[in-house]
């Protein structure tokens, strides 16, 4: 899209088109951050699955490749910042791309502080043998989110280099890893492939294999890591050629992390030399790394996930600056005549990047531990939403999607895709909110739905123009 593109859709250009195509790719590589994912989630699939609940990863991880493939033509065609939330604007009405748009603030917002808090507890403390206290990791966390609002306000350049770099670093990392572990396997004898048809704590369970049992529960790695592929959409306008490399990056971003994911996931499985010691650790990734390679290695892991950890913070948090950005330049945003602003030094939305680093601080000094657990619990469910939202979107309107030139198509496979998709989304939904142990995060989600829905109906009382009219003017026929 040309400045020409930019302003035939309303809008003045004002952020500068500077990424290229690997940085793209970065940015959606960075977010969904499969060995920070994997280091987050293991412990629950040994705990709900056994090590057997590794091979959920799979079906995940074709799952999520099918709805990228979706999204990848959203944005081959419509390259604006804002991404689901400008193409339910443009292709359905802002009524409805306003509601897109606010699930995917709630899911950013969230996922900006998951990261910080994540990073603090899990990496930067045990890498420096600091005892776990729930104080000094807040602390840690709005210190963390303090240095990332700098640096991204800074430059979006800046947050590209780093993020590529992180890139660069977890694939790495995640390769040598994983043949290490499986050498130490070998030379060792600490560990068997028989772990990864091991059912664990679970063994001898009658539900096993049942909807809403133990098996099935363990997608929830992959629901939690595959996620955000999208986030180069979010920053179409920033790169150079976006009808091209912004759905590359959405679609080789999961295929990479999906088979990287499962590499990493194999090697730990097979080199867990005691299932029960290593389940009941509480951290089992890092207890298979010490027990294997020793304490040296655990700490050149923790390092790495320090890395991972705040590349995935970054650009979570641009991701979602773009996002109020988008929606408060269209006038659908609470205090949109503030987060409209860009820096022109920075060509960066400040203000919108500050919102983002006031609700991480807001929730640290607010939130018990337990509350804010569940919260973080409940932002695994609002991107399975908006995704399907999106299938849904692509279903209705595909047939007024014309073509571009050059860009990425799906071609005749385009209908079974966005079916079979849709599928998978629908059996992720009910595998997230169906069991008894997730109402108080299904309640959480609901609550900043109902939030929204208090916010939409002020909009359509005293602001109705905004949710009926496109910036060029356009009105919308519902």
């Given at each position: 899209m040309s400045q020409d593109d930019i302003e035939g859709s309303g809008y003045h250009p004002e952020l500068k088109r500077q990424l290229g195509s690997f940085q793209m790719f970065a940015i959606s590589f960075a977010f969904i951050s499969v060995a920070v994912?994997?280091?987050?989630?293991?412990?629950?699939?040994?705990?709900?699955?056994?090590?057997?609940?590794?091979?959920?990863?799979?079906?995940?991880?074709?799952?999520?490749?099918?709805?990228?493939?979706?999204?990848?033509?959203?944005?081959?065609?419509?390259?604006?910042?804002?991404?689901?939330?400008?193409?339910?604007?443009?292709?359905?009405?802002?009524?409805?791309?306003?509601?897109?748009?606010?699930?995917?603030?709630?899911?950013?917002?969230?996922?900006?502080?998951?990261?910080?808090?994540?990073?603090?507890?899990?990496?930067?403390?045990?890498?420096?043998?600091?005892?776990?206290?729930?104080?000094?990791?807040?602390?840690?966390?709005?210190?963390?989110?303090?240095?990332?609002?700098?640096?991204?306000?800074?430059?979006?350049?800046?947050?590209?280099?780093?993020?590529?770099?992180?890139?660069?670093?977890?694939?790495?990392?995640?390769?040598?890893?994983?043949?290490?572990?499986?050498?130490?396997?070998?030379?060792?004898?600490?560990?068997?492939?028989?772990?990864?048809?091991?059912?664990?704590?679970?063994?001898?369970?009658?539900?096993?294999?049942?909807?809403?049992?133990?098996?099935i529960l363990a997608t929830i790695a992959g629901l939690v890591t595959l996620v955000g592929f999208d986030s180069a959409a979010n920053l179409a306008e920033e790169a150079k050629n976006p009808h091209r490399d912004v759905p590359r990056a959405i679609v080789g971003s999961v295929v990479a992390a999906s088979v990287l994911g499962f590499i990493f996931l194999l090697a730990l499985t097979i080199a867990i030399p005691d299932i029960k010691s290593v389940t009941d650790s509480g951290a089992p990734v890092a207890t298979i790394m010490h027990d294997q390679l020793g304490a040296f290695m655990e700490k050149v892991l923790l390092t790495c996930f320090v890395v991972a950890f705040f590349a995935v913070g970054m650009v979570t948090m641009a991701t979602g600056a773009r996002l109020i950005f988008a929606m408060s330049r269209d006038g659908r945003f609470p205090g949109h005549q503030l987060f409209r602003k860009v820096n022109p030094k920075t060509s960066t939305p400040v203000w919108a990047t500050m919102l983002i680093f006031l609700i991480g601080v807001l929730l640290m000094l607010t939130l018990p531990g337990d509350s804010l657990i569940k919260l973080i619990t409940s932002g695994t469910i609002l991107p399975v939403l908006i995704y399907a939202g999106t299938v849904v979107l692509y279903l209705c309107v595909r047939k007024k999607l014309e073509a571009t030139e050059g860009a990425f198509s799906l071609g005749r496979f385009e209908l079974p895709v966005a079916i079979v998709a849709l599928a998978w989304l629908t059996f992720a939904l009910g595998t997230l909110v169906l069991p008894s142990s997730t109402r108080t995060s299904d309640l959480i989600a609901g609550g900043m739905i109902g939030i929204g829905a208090v916010f939409f109906l002020g909009m359509y009382l005293f602001n109705r123009e905004a949710l009926e009219t496109e910036p060029d003017d356009t009105k919308i026929v519902d």
């Open positions: 994912g994997i280091f987050a989630t293991y412990d629950d699939v040994l705990q709900l699955a056994g090590p057997a609940g590794i091979w959920m990863w799979v079906v995940t991880a074709i799952g999520q490749t099918l709805v990228a493939l979706v999204v990848a033509q959203f944005a081959a065609r419509i390259v604006l910042s804002g991404s689901s939330y400008q193409w339910a604007s443009r292709l359905a009405n802002p009524k409805v791309g306003w509601g897109f748009g606010w699930l995917s603030f709630c899911f950013l917002a969230i996922g900006t502080v998951t990261a910080a808090d994540a990073l603090a507890s899990q990496a930067l403390m045990p890498l420096f043998n600091i005892a776990p206290d729930e104080s000094l990791a807040r602390l840690l966390t709005i210190g963390i989110l303090l240095v990332e609002v700098v640096m991204t306000v800074y430059s979006t350049r800046l947050v590209a280099m780093i993020t590529s770099g992180a890139v660069a670093l977890e694939v790495v990392i995640v390769i040598v890893l994983s043949v290490a572990l499986i050498v130490a396997v070998i030379v060792g004898g600490d560990g068997s492939v028989s772990n990864l048809t091991d059912r664990g704590a679970s063994d001898g369970a009658s539900d096993y294999f049942h909807i809403g049992g133990p098996l």
